[in-house]
């Protein structure tokens, strides 16, 4: 399941970057730039997608999170450029990180399942304990649910936003 969802998630940024990659061949200028410079970011996220089903986690080793970081600060600065032009980028955004913070919500009610260990003694009573590590990796993926389900609101707020100065400034 894991690498499955890495592998989705790699193809839902390729498409990202598709779809930034038609616009740049749209635009001129500085539109055009910024369209490919997201491009390149996109495709590089995906790709640290791929390389995370290999190594298991999006923070080990230090160079993958620091590769992932790296992506997303350049997408988020290339994206902050166009805050009054493209209200639309909001939107899509919110709607992966809305996607993110499903899969991750998921990976941390998996992990909650397996934190908890039940144990038949020999006098027949049942005894339940947790596992630390599981525990640990419950809340990390619940944490890291809550900061995209955050990050999407953030987005589609800001999408709503540009629509509506957009809409009073042509009115």
């Keep these: 399941m894991f690498e499955t969802a890495n592998y989705l998630e790699a193809?839902?940024?390729?498409?990202?970057?598709?779809v930034f990659l038609i616009r740049g061949l749209r635009r001129r200028g500085r539109e055009r730039g910024i369209s490919f410079a997201?491009?390149?970011?996109?495709?590089?996220?995906?790709?640290?997608?791929?390389?995370?089903?290999h190594t298991g986690a999006w923070w080990r080793p230090w160079w993958l999170f620091a590769w992932k970081a790296a992506c997303l600060a350049?997408?988020?600065?290339?994206?902050?450029?166009?805050?009054q032009r493209r209200a639309a980028v909001f939107i899509v955004l919110a709607i992966a990180f809305g996607i993110a913070s499903g899969l991750s919500l998921d990976r941390a009610a998996r992990g909650r399942i397996k934190a908890v260990a039940a144990v038949l003694n020999e006098d027949g009573t049942i005894t339940t304990h947790e596992h630390p590590h599981n525990v640990r990796h419950a809340r990390r993926w619940t944490l890291l649910s809550l900061t995209a389900a955050a990050a999407s609101v953030g987005c589609l707020t800001a999408g709503v936003v540009v629509l509506a100065k957009q809409r009073k400034s042509t009115a």
């Design 11 to 18: 193809a839902l940024w390729t498409i990202g970057a598709l």
């Design 38 to 53: 997201l491009v390149a970011a996109f495709l590089l996220f995906g790709l640290s997608d791929v390389v995370e089903t």
């Design 74 to 83: 350049a997408i988020l600065v290339l994206l902050l450029s166009q805050i």
